[in-house]
Nanobody, 125 residues
Framework: VQLQASGGGLVQAGGSLRLSCAAS????????MGWYRQAPGKERDFVAG????????YYAVAVKGRFTISRDNAKNTVFLQMNSLKPEDTALYYC???????????????????WGQGTQVTVSS
């Protein structure tokens, strides 16, 4: 599985960005997907995740109510809509896949099997 994240950029506090992660492979629709982020000098943290269908979603406390994860299985793509961005959201954002087919998806504590390259999100105050 190859994952290609895009959509990062520089935005002012209070603004919005939409990240996309395009996946290769015919089995994307059976995989759990997630987004993680890593700020400079910090560990990589879970941000949001979903199951294979998109019906079950998980969010970190810090982003709940501001970020929304969704997926389009027909286009092999998962999205992260980020609203009301804060300077503390600044980080390198990674998408990830779990090959536990038709499982409960990627949530906190789940270790993904595949990682994409990061896309930088910078929020200015």
């Amino acid at each position: 599985v190859q994952l290609q994240a895009s959509g990062g950029g520089l935005v002012q506090a209070g603004g919005s960005l939409r990240l996309s992660c395009a996946a290769s492979g015919r089995t994307f629709s059976s995989y759990g997907m997630g987004w993680y982020r890593q700020a400079p000098g910090k560990e990589r943290d879970f941000v949001a995740g979903t199951d294979w269908s998109g019906a079950i979603t998980y969010y970190a406390v810090a982003v709940k109510g501001r970020f929304t994860i969704s997926r389009d299985n027909a286009k092999n793509t998962v999205f992260l809509q980020m609203n009301s961005l804060k300077p503390e959201d600044t980080a390198l954002y990674y998408c990830a896949a779990s090959t536990d087919q038709y499982g409960s998806g990627i949530g906190p504590g789940v270790s993904p099997d595949y990682w994409g390259q990061g896309t930088q999100v910078t929020v200015s105050s």
